[in-house]
């Protein structure tokens, strides 16, 4: 059988089929790498330098990091929490222009709890002119109808009735940015316009269940930050939210659980998705914030993926305790 | 000494066997890979339109309007709006893999407002979910607790603020901007008109709710998981009903499988699933389980039994008392092998 096999083939004839088969085999897998497409899908081509945005913390004072305020008004939380902080001049010093990010993620109504309550965003734009603030901006990037998504919400009429600036964004407002070690945030477009000027930076969220990522909290309000089609993150959400947190250094950043989406989030639709909590956090880390405000969704810490990778990252503490949390009741 | 022509034969197989090697990986690779796939851009085609679309009216030179007149004292706040699994994201964000997942097609939305006060308006929002076990899949895992039935319609709910219903293939959402009675009947008089005037011909009936036990059964529990069912991602297609057994709220629930090997199977992996995750075997003296071979589990201080009887897998789902699982274990055991039996 052998024999008839050589007469078949001869040694040269085999080598020549084997380099051929190998330079298929290593072609088809060159060709594929070549077509490979690791970004995925990209918003805009780049033909831009890179920015990074401002880093608008403040110095940390040991014992003054977060506070946890309970009660059912949320502009007494609020100022209560902040005073706690060291008073809103800790964070906003004369002449300070300031944004403010709330979550206007949706149009829906303020009954919803699926964004920013615009009580609480009015309040807090006044906190910041009553400390000197030259103009304070309220802005955040809603992908569906942001004129509708700040009127429905109610935070436009609040925010401009408290004297705020709303900016809604647009294609101009958008750069391309790349987190040093990042995996995800790497030529990517982000809302940045409106920050550049900016001294200072507070976040607002409110506190809600998430069907993707368990919780949608401080940290994940900055995916409202992200342009381009930011829905591909969603397959690895946990990765996204601890590198917005990485990629934004907030001033402050304020947790309201004073009603909880409890279910159903991030929209929610219905008044039974929510519970009331009557608490309000401040902090200026903001993964503290969310490892205490995640308890109220009856989670712990370790239950989000991307506390861990956050804290890992450097962007704050899971261990809230270890910061000793300010506590006050003002009901 | 090996001869020439016996090497050159070893030679050549094991070329042979190592590019066929690197096929094998350049598959595996490519098998793998496909799992990290992109909803957004490769999800389901929304090539089918339902009969809302067509509904709709688009004269020359209109923007298109829903097919039913609206709600007295209401008009339209905005046009509508249509939404594919491309751009799901852009309405609901984190929640479109819930209904992509699920066999969404696409989203339909219009705002309406009351003529005489503008703080009342509500929107309303039709997924087409291309079946109705689709559309009850998506209206039954968000349905919200302590809620009152909607009575126009098999599947619907009031709660709060909003309304919910599935209206064949189509799960639909009204959520009023307050809570006001004027609000709620807007909403229900237009989910009517809806309902009568989308045509969605004759329903297909969902039969596996028909099996469960109807004594202590809460009414409107039933809950159907297309996938990853009680967190094991080999049980697909799992309906869940809650039971009043006491002073203690249990959980069963059953999945049927495309054949009895199939449901054994099922019941065996998830058997195991549940003793590699902590659980631990209970002895039963129950005789109706031992007639399927039920298996009764301690899993972190609660009670699971599973079982398969025919075509179906079945169980109950975290029991605080093992008396009361395995109570209505035996009743959904009865049930579904006189399911078994008729169908033979």
Redesign the interface.
Known sequence: M??Q??EK?E?RQ?LIR?AK??VS?AA??VI?AALYDKQ??KAAVVTESLVTLPDFSVPSIDGQTISIVKGPNRKATVARAVELLGGIERFIAKGDRVAIKPNV?????P??GATTNPELVAEVVRLCYKAGAKKVIVTDNP??DPA?CFM?SGIGKAAGGAGAVVVLPKPDHFRHTTLAGGKLIVNWPVFFEPFRKADKLIGIAPLKH????GA?MTMKNWYGLLGG????F??D?NTIIAELAVLVKPTLVILDGTEVMV?????G?????LKRADTLIASSDMVAADSYGCTLLGLTASQLPYLAKAQIAGAGTTNYESLKPILADVR | MDSV??R??RL?SA?SIF?LA??LL?ALAVFIKQF?F?M??FGMDAAAFGPLLEGLKTGAGEKPSFDFPLPTGFKKL?EIEIYTVENL??????????YIESGFIKLFTQRFVNQGDDNQ?F?LFVYDMAAVRNAFSVYSV?K????DPFSAMEFAYT????L?FVHGRYYV?L?????SSSLSGAMAELAEKLAARVDVGEVEKIPELTLFPQENLVPGSAKLYLSNALGFDKLSDTFLCRYEMGEETVSAFLSRRQSPKDARTTAESYYNFLIENGAVVKPTSDATLKTVNGRVLDFYGTTEIIFSTGPFIAGIHEAKNQQSAEKLAARLINRLSEAARMEK
């Open positions: 052998t024999d096999h050589n083939i040694r085999f084997s088969a190998a085999v088809a897998g594929s995925g899908p993620a949706f149009a829906s109504s009954l919803l992908i569906n509708s429905l998430h069907h993707r990522s949608s089609r930011r829905n591909v969603h397959q959400i279910t159903n989030g991030p929209t639709g219905s008044v039974s998705d | 022509p016996s050159k034969v050549e070329v590019l690197v096929l350049i990290d992109d957004g851009r905005s994201y852009e309405k609901i964000d984190g929640k479109a893999p819930l308006w929107e968000q919200r607790p302590d809620t709660a709060g603020n909003a919910y959402e959520v009023g901007s307050l809570e």
